[in-house]
């Protein structure tokens, strides 16, 4: 396991140093204000990655767990006040209510087969979302509210530094929980359930404690997210953030932690670029079907998502170079 | 001689079809029952039934005198039965080390001296410690599945078919490893190479077409010439 991870550090040592080192020599609001978009969104994709990667489950209700922490910082910060101290007691809020619905969310669908799994979670995000529209008390439905920042996130490099260092910290802890014993038995329940339960494992328990630890981490996502805009409305419980984070996962390739921060990259950036072509070439204005061809694409010369094409294309060379030894092994005996 | 366990008119439905009509049979402590009969005759649905992977409808199945015939697949499993299905079931992803460790649970020392008796059986596997399972080769992947079975809290393996689609060198090595597992543990065995099952199972079971046909010792039916022809094919 350990040699599966190391060009993983090798690479996200020079990308973390860039990336902070990226403030202190440029002062493009844009670039730092994307990629804060890019490290919020990788939170996100890498929970995602714990439910599909690891664990081999298709959720199309993730988005509420995101919504859940996005609501939560912001409705604290309006009511309360907007502290620092506040702020990290909202994520922890936010962080515990997820954890809480999650685990009954999880223990009530889990036990259904994939499809039928995917399909209520689709129902239950759509119960969220129908929710926060009506509770306008609290959430100001469709319209959204502002609310303030603390003030040490007016400085939005500041605030870029506290996200990459989240994700940062978040890729760490989720790999660490990846390469446990329990990890291990969430990769056994992805590739054969059945054989996991012959082996004594109760499967269900397994995919609870994955549903709930994606949607804590989801919860993060959101809190962040929700502070970069100062704002918040439904649209963070929509299937778009869901769907998001599935392609962004896909893309990256899916069980690689560091696939969907990738994905996160690539999908953030080609959004950015291609809707920014328009205002040159009007045909851009349509940059949702140029979109979808580069998805088309990626699937197509990436099957298994970028980083996993990657590691499946190392893994040929090495079977090729074992089977070529063995080989000159028997020729010799 | 304790009886382990005891399949007791067992029938099984998978969706409409009423694939075991009647299984009844016994293994013995110590010993190696084999289940004989010719593809399509019940035999790896009469182990996935004892596993609970497909519930029984009907019968009852007992294990050192508990009733299991209901009991979840896990549960099953922790009450001391391993099981080798006929794909392996190897966890490709993960490396053998990962594999052995899914299946250990625990690190106590009984548990380790039989991974370490495993491994001196299958001395392959302390060579590919490190590499993934899906790297494997299919004897090494037959290898590391019966190690696997065998790590576990399990009195008792279910073994499906071990001599599948291995090359004769293999095969041998296999039937060897079993031998020698037989020492220490109770074995249910589904093989369709007679010769195999012959040198190494002491009972057995007849099924065709989902029912009990006929069980006894091994050394009888090795004789038994008419037998052979009629269900096995062979003789």
Redesign the interface.
């Known amino acids: 396991m350990t040699s599966k991870y190391q060009w993983n550090n090798i690479f996200l040592s020079i990308m973390v140093i860039a990336l902070f080192i990226f403030p202190f020599v440029t002062d493009s609001r844009t670039w730092t204000i994307l990629l804060t978009q890019i490290f919020i969104f990788s939170i996100l994709a890498m929970s995602y990655d714990i439910l599909l990667g690891y664990t081999g489950i298709v959720s199309f209700g993730h988005a509420m767990f995101f919504g859940m922490g996005a609501y939560t910082t912001a409705v604290m910060l309006d009511r309360i006040e907007p502290t620092i101290g506040v702020f990290v007691l909202s994520i922890a809020t936010g962080m515990l209510i997820t954890g809480i619905i999650s685990f009954i969310v999880g223990l009530l669908t889990l036990r259904l087969k994939s499809h039928f799994f995917a399909m209520l979670t689709l129902a239950l995000s759509g119960l969220f979302l129908v929710l926060a529209e009506k509770w306008r008390s609290v959430t100001s439905g469709n319209d959204g509210f502002t609310f303030r920042a603390p003030e040490f996130f007016k400085d939005r490099m500041m605030f870029y530094l506290v996200v990459l260092v989240c994700m940062v910290v978040v890729y760490f802890v989720l790999r660490r929980f990846v390469q446990s014993p329990l990890g291990h038995v969430l990769v056994a329940v992805r590739e054969n359930e059945q054989r996991t339960k012959s082996l004594g494992y109760n499967t269900l328990h397994y995919k609870v404690i994955a549903s709930v630890v994606a949607g804590v981490v989801a919860s993060l996502a959101g809190s962040l997210y929700a502070i970069s805009l100062r704002f918040v409305n439904t649209s963070v419980l929509t299937m778009d953030i869901t769907l998001d984070a599935l392609l962004m996962t896909i893309i990256g390739g899916v069980g690689t932690l560091i696939g969907p921060i990738i994905g996160a990259g690539v999908i953030e950036l080609s959004q950015h670029f291609l809707s920014g072509l328009a205002k040159d070439y009007p045909i851009f204005e349509r940059w949702i079907i140029f979109f979808g061809i580069l998805y088309i694409l990626v699937v197509i010369f990436f099957p298994s998502g970028i980083v996993g094409t990657i590691r499946q294309a190392f893994h040929k060379r090495k079977k090729q170079s074992v089977g070529k030894e063995e080989q000159s092994n028997s020729e010799e005996l | 001689m304790n009886t382990l366990l005891k399949v007791d008119g067992v029938h099984t439905h998978i969706k409409q079809y009423h694939i075991l009509q009647g299984i009844s049979f016994e293994a013995i402590e110590g010993q190696v029952s084999v289940l004989l009969g010719r593809n399509g005759a019940g035999k790896t649905t009469t182990l996935k039934t004892i596993?609970g992977?497909t519930p029984a409808s009907q019968g009852r199945i007992t294990f050192r005198d508990i009733d299991i015939t209901k009991k979840?697949?896990?549960g099953i499993?922790?009450t001391g039965i391993g099981?080798v299905?006929e794909d392996q079931?190897i966890?490709?992803?993960?490396?053998v080390e990962?594999n052995m460790?899914?299946?250990m649970?625990k690190e106590d020392e009984a548990t380790l001296a039989k991974r370490e008796y495993i491994l001196d059986l299958f001395p392959d596997l302390k060579t590919f410690w490190?590499k993934?399972g899906g790297?494997l080769s299919g004897g090494q992947k037959q290898m590391l599945a019966m190690a696997?079975a065998f790590v576990?809290?399990s009195k008792l393996l279910l073994i499906d078919e071990p001599s599948k689609g291995l090359a004769p060198i293999v095969i041998e090595k296999v039937m060897e490893a079993i031998l020698d597992m037989k020492k220490h543990t109770t074995i249910v065995l589904v093989e369709q190479n007679f010769i195999m099952a012959s040198r190494i199972g002491d009972t057995y079971t007849l099924i065709d077409n989902g029912e009990t046909v006929q069980s006894g010792l091994m050394q009888e039916l090795i004789h038994d010439e008419q037998v052979k022809r009629k269900y096995l094919g062979i003789g």
Not at chain 2, 91 to 95: G, R, V
């Open positions: 596993l992977l979840p697949t896990h499993a922790n099981y299905p079931g966890f490709a992803s993960l490396t990962e460790k899914v299946a649970r490190k993934d790297l696997r576990g809290n």
